[in-house]
């Protein structure tokens, strides 16, 4: 596979002032790491979930002024896009690498996800490890570890998936930066398979609301 784990210079891409410096560094130097990424981990998740997923490179095309802050691929079971799908992504920001399985904002299922979630808030905090963690907003680079959430915790989390117009819910991994630069090839992708095999359970949740 023609790809190697985030380098010091691929996090530093986030230090570059302005749009348009910043975008073309993305795609000369992140963007054919990420595609790179979507192929292999694409067949992968495909093999793991029983149905074709696809990859999504973030383009970031609506940026205007701001540049981007983070970038990721995402993958998901259609070809048009994934934002209101379940999906998983590989990414990162300035500080750190993320691997999430995300339900956002977009989603149709959002609700319905939440009260399965809310239903089965006990195997999910005996399932997640307790090294990962969750996120409540895609934009942000704040986390919430999961060995610090109580039951009632997770139970509020999940409720506010169902009530609050724009809430979304990612579980997944957080690697800072000077540990991410610091794995060897091997270890960066038996790192992002590990935490996909650990987030399965949660995207084949989605799976019973979508096809039933």
């Known amino acids: 596979m023609n790809v190697t784990s985030f380098s010091a210079t691929d996090f530093n891409v986030f230090k570059i002032e302005g749009l348009d410096y910043r975008m073309q560094a993305l795609k000369d130097r992140i963007r054919p790491k990420l595609d790179a990424l979507g192929d292999h981990f694409a ?7 029983g149905q074709e997923l696809f990859p999504h490179v973030a383009k970031h095309a609506r940026r205007t002024i701001n540049p981007p802050n983070d970038t990721w ?4 079971a259609s070809k048009r896009g994934y934002k209101m799908m379940p999906h998983f992504q590989i990414g990162l920001w300035g500080s750190h690498m993320f691997v999430w399985f995300a339900v956002i904002y977009e989603a149709p299922i959002k609700v319905q996800f939440g009260e399965t979630l809310e239903k089965s808030v006990k195997n999910i905090k005996e399932m997640i490890p ?64 590990d935490a996909f095999v650990h987030l399965m359970p949660l995207y084949r949740l989605t799976q019973t609301l979508i096809y039933k």
């Open 73 to 76: 691929v995402a993958f998901a």
């Open 130 to 193: 307790g090294n990962f963690v969750w996120s409540l907003d895609h934009t942000k680079p704040e986390v919430i570890p999961h060995n610090t959430l109580s039951l009632e915790e997770l139970t509020a989390m999940f409720k506010r998936l169902q009530e609050v117009k724009k809430a979304e819910i990612l579980c997944g991994i957080k690697i800072p930066r000077e540990d991410a630069i610091n794995l060897s090839n091997d270890e960066f992708f038996s790192t992002i398979h």
């Open 43 to 49: 067949s992968e998740l495909s093999a793991m979930t």
